[in-house]
């Protein structure tokens, strides 16, 4: 139990184009999903906090108009980057809590963006 | 603020015993160890609650010192399959349970 798909798993896109990337619960409910991003061998930092039918919680320094978040229903969050520049490619990764369960986040397989 | 991990790295050999702390300046309220391997998304291991026991996952424990701030994951037995980069992820009790993840301590397991 407890999985969480992405997709896609990696894109390749031109700069100034936009991208989205779809967040999965496969078979638990997620009131809330987290997106986080990861440059390699650093940490996983929180990018914003998704809440189902309500807007996005941002954190300090993500600009909320370039990285668009929707959590539309319980299974499904996206992430658009829109505009992307060479400077946005990452390692983005979801996680998402289930709504039945305990406070343990469970994260998808992440998307690898690179911007040309 | 980022919760501290020490050490940065361990190399081991298979068999041997480790531990990877993980410390926090501000008061906690459950702190999440995961493990992920190269390319790949953390998996989750064990979440420790304040005012909840040790926990253990097979041969994976760990314990949470709420007056410290601080919480230990004890690697016994090591295999090679452990190898990969552990990181803690703390919560300060906010109402969406988001999670600060430390640096990371990369394990190495060698036969």
């Known amino acids: 139990g407890a999985v969480v798909s992405q997709h896609p798993s990696r894109v390749i896109c031109k700069s100034g184009t936009s991208v989205k990337i779809e967040c999965r619960s496969l078979?638990?409910?997620?009131?809330?999903m987290f997106w986080y991003r990861q440059f390699p061998k650093q940490s996983l930092m929180l990018m914003a906090t998704?809440?189902?039918?309500?807007?996005?919680?941002?954190e300090q320094g993500v600009e909320k108009d370039k990285f668009l978040i929707n959590h539309a229903s319980l299974t499904l969050s996206t992430l658009t980057v829109t505009s992307a520049h060479p400077e946005d490619s990452s390692f983005y990764i979801c996680?998402?809590?289930?709504?039945?369960?305990?406070?343990?986040?469970?994260f998808g397989p992440g998307t690898r963006l690179t911007v040309t | 603020q980022q919760p501290v991990q020490s050490p940065q790295a361990v190399i081991l050999r298979e068999g041997e015993d480790a531990v990877i702390n993980c410390s926090s300046s501000?008061?906690?309220?459950?702190v999440h160890w995961y493990r992920q391997k190269h390319g790949e998304a953390p998996v989750f291991l064990m979440i420790?609650?304040?005012?909840?026991e040790q926990m253990r996952h097979e041969k994976i424990s760990a314990s949470f010192n709420e007056k410290k701030q601080q919480s230990s994951l004890y690697l016994t037995a090591s295999q090679l399959s452990y190898s990969g980069t552990y990181f803690c992820?703390?919560?300060?009790?906010?109402?969406?349970?988001?999670?600060?993840f430390g640096k990371g301590t990369l394990l190495t397991v060698n036969p």
């Open positions: 996680s998402a809590r289930d709504a039945g369960g305990g406070y343990e986040q469970y």
């Open positions: 078979d638990f409910q997620a009131t809330t």
């Open positions: 998704s809440n189902e039918g309500s807007k996005a919680t941002y």
């Open positions: 501000k008061a906690l309220y459950s």
């Open positions: 420790l609650l304040k005012g909840g």
């Open positions: 992820g703390t919560d300060s009790g906010g109402s969406n349970y988001k999670l600060t």
